[in-house]
């Protein structure tokens, strides 16, 4: 079946300019997690989601960045006001939630470049 | 101190020989842990998956958990340039966030 899959793939933004990223998850998945990832770094947490509930968005480095779900499907994060520290890539992780687990199934990733 | 520490290498071996990866981690309620593989401008993918302490093996690759020693660790054997990548770990408590390691740049040498 399909993957994780993430639109746009690459974005150029002008410094102050308003951006959403899309995530579709993987059928069924009831977790969507969100990850910032900068050059040469291992991903950073964000927000996660459990259906259309934001149970965790602690990893938001500010109130630019703002992240939903409103169906418990397709997300959407927004960063406004983009500033030139906000270029990384951005990964969409989706998991099944069941009692024990926690494997996440990443995107592709958009890679965000802010001048 | 970050709570999960991975060499970043880069890591140059010849192609055949085993690998050895490994992370340090300080948070002791960490029961999950996982290795992903990422290639360049790609995104992670889960390669190994592990819950607690214990070994786990998958054709060449092995997982091992110290919960003890807080110590987790992913070998490949019989090594191939298509294991040339970043080799992140990653580790939680339960349902929610992964908190990653820097991630090790691996390169196999044919």
């Known amino acids: 079946g399909a993957g994780v899959s993430q639109s746009p793939r690459y974005k150029v933004a002008k410094r102050g300019q308003d951006v959403a990223l899309r995530c579709d998850p993987i059928s069924g998945h009831v977790s969507l997690f969100w990850y910032q990832q900068a050059l040469g770094q291992g991903p950073e947490f964000l927000t996660y989601?459990?259906?259309?509930?934001?149970?965790?968005k602690s990893g938001l480095p500010s109130d630019r960045f703002f992240a939903e779900r409103p169906e418990g499907s397709v997300s959407t994060l927004k960063i406004q006001r983009t500033q030139q520290e906000d270029s990384a890539v951005y990964l969409c992780?989706?998991?099944?939630?069941?009692?024990?687990?926690?494997?996440?199934?990443f995107g592709p990733g958009t890679r965000l470049t802010v001048l | 101190q970050k709570e999960v520490e991975q060499d970043p290498g880069p890591l140059s071996v010849p192609e055949g020989a085993i690998v050895s990866l490994n992370c340090t981690y300080s948070n002791s309620a960490f029961q999950y842990f996982m290795w992903y593989r990422q290639y360049s401008r790609k995104g992670p993918e889960l390669l190994m998956y592990t819950y607690s302490s214990g070994n786990k093996e998958d054709g060449r690759f092995t997982a091992q958990v110290d919960k003890s020693s807080k110590y987790i660790s992913l070998f490949i054997r019989d090594s191939q340039p298509s294991d040339s990548a970043t080799y992140l770990c990653?580790?939680?408590?339960?349902?929610?966030?992964?908190?990653f390691g820097t991630g090790t740049r691996l390169t196999i040498i044919p």
């Open positions: 989601f459990q259906n259309e509930a934001q149970l965790d």
């Open positions: 990653a580790m939680s408590q339960g349902n929610e966030k992964l908190t």
């Open positions: 992780a989706s998991s099944r939630r069941w009692s024990g687990g926690n494997e996440q199934f």
